[in-house]
């Protein structure tokens, strides 16, 4: 073997680590912007809701999701109405706890307890910032239509459609960092986010908020999401949190 080609072979494990580094930090630099992105979305949103200039697309949306005859029925068949209570069901308190404790236990099982009491805090944290926001704005939940399940706190930001964003992505991230391939991985995320849009929808369906309520729930439940990967990452790479990753 040559000088040279010695030189190279010598040079793999570096420039291996330092192309490691790089995607590790650009990464974290992605996720950064786009929780940015969806704080400043949410407090713009907010601005807009609390002038008043959402109401004209709110109203059309929640009408439009009515059958015309008769706005107290929901358009489709009333299997259609069913599925969406399933399906809203999944963003509420009880079945997020439930699911949280699930994933918890499995956690413990595996001795990864910091990172139990880090999904813990994230999922406890959420539901306070959400009740604190709600206080806040203390909007009125829709009056156009009858509601379709039964509601007992303020409207803005949707409490389901936060929630199941923070929980379901959170959960989804935690599952796919151990996952061996990136195919599973994708189709972890994608199921993640498709389940937080089908709740964010129901609620809108279902007549218990407007669509601004959603996309506010959506917007800040991801960035809260965002804002616990970070910590966690970094967490793990002080070695303060149990490593989940497995090495591909």
Known sequence: MSMSQRFIVALRPLLGAAGSAVAREFRTLVLMLLTGAGIWGFIELADEVAEGQTRAVDTAILLALRNPADPTDPIGPRWVEEMFRDFTALGGVGVIVFITLGVAGYLALLRKRR??????????????????????????????????????????????????????????????????????????????????????????????????????????????????????????????????????
């Not at 959400?130 to 930001?157: C, I, W």
Request: some cysteine.
């Open 115 to 248: 990172t139990v009491l880090l999904l813990a805090i994230a999922v406890v944290g959420g539901l306070l910032v959400n009740t604190l926001l709600k206080l806040g704005f203390d909007r009125p939940r829709p009056d156009l239509v009858p509601h379709g399940a039964y509601v007992y706190t303020a409207s803005f930001p949707s409490g389901h459609a936060m929630l199941a964003t923070a929980t379901y992505l959170t959960l989804g991230a935690l599952l796919a960092r151990v996952l061996p391939d990136r195919r599973t991985k994708f189709f972890v995320l994608t199921m993640a986010v498709v389940l937080c849009l089908l709740v964010g929808f129901s609620r809108v369906y279902l007549g218990v908020h407007w669509p601004s309520d959603v996309a506010a729930g959506w917007m800040i439940g991801a960035a809260w999401a965002l804002i616990w990967w970070l910590v966690a990452r970094w967490l793990q790479r002080e070695r303060i949190v149990e490593e989940t990753e497995t090495e591909a």
